[in-house]
């Protein structure tokens, strides 16, 4: 009996994924200068930060898509280079861009498929559009998301439905760390409600660990459980949720704002 209730609880607090120290250098640029963090299982993490601060560049570590110049990894306890988009993936990995790449003229269906087609058994291995209509409604369902038909293109929908269409697709492939960078970036507050609640009900359903950039503090604070503060390529705060506030960390950015004016005005 004790042992079917600890067990779940030790697989969420497991680590998903630690940064040491981590460096990127782009020629005479150093976007990331010395960041380290860690998601633990099951958690939402919130990045905060000004334009260029390194954020999306961090992101683009964990997905495979740029190696770091420097530091270390760590995915699911063991220390990893992650050497592509597809390594990152096949770990688990999974990013939702804010330019989403939804081929916008197929189906909704076709889209949560795209590149993994179900096709028929048989010599001509024609798609097999009936399981693939029937998953993607399924998959929907199970997190909240209502569409009129999978069979609508994508163009018809919404901005926050494609969004919410990007995030059931990555959630679908077997996810277990969700990268989200601004996806609630020029969205209206009713689209930008519905990501919010498809986020909270994912961390509801439990095993997937969340790391969101977002702009808005306010609606930050409210998603994660703990939120990371960066400039310049480095973390300067972090904190539980619970334990600050938007007047707080407006108050560190406006800091940070006078000293950089102060040592770049003569
Ligand atoms: N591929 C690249 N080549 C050269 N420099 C880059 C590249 N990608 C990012 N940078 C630089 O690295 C720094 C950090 O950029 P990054 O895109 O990570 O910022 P960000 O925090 O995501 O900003 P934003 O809020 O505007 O999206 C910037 O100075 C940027 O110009
Ligand atoms: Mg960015």
Known sequence: MEATQTAPQAAQSAVALRADNLVKRFGA??????????????????????????????????????????????????????????HARALGIECVYQDLALANSLSIYHNMFLN???????????????????????????IGVHVPSVDLPVERLSGGQRQAIAVARAVHSNARILLLDEPLAAMGAREAALIIDLIMRLKEKGGLSIIMIMHNYAQTLDIADRIMLMQRGRVTYEQRSANTS?????????????????????
Do not use: W
Request: charged share 25%; glycine share 12%; net charge neutral.
């Open 29 to 86: 640029v150093t976007a990331l200068d010395g960041v380290s963090l860690t998601l633990g299982g099951g958690e939402i993490l919130g990045i905060l930060g000004d334009n260029g601060a390194g954020k999306s560049t961090l992101v683009k570590i964990f997905t495979g898509f740029h190696q770091q110049s420097g530091g270390t990894l760590h995915v699911h306890g063991e220390e990893t280079l992650l050497r592509s988009v597809d």
């Open 116 to 142: 993994r087609e179900i096709v028929r058994r048989g010599p001509f291995r024609l798609l097999d559009h009936k399981q693939m209509r029937e998953r993607a409604a399924q998959c929907l369902d199970d």
């Open 246 to 266: 938007v007047a707080e960390l407006m108050d560190i950015v406006r800091r940070e704002y006078r000293a950089m004016r102060a040592t770049t005005v003569h």
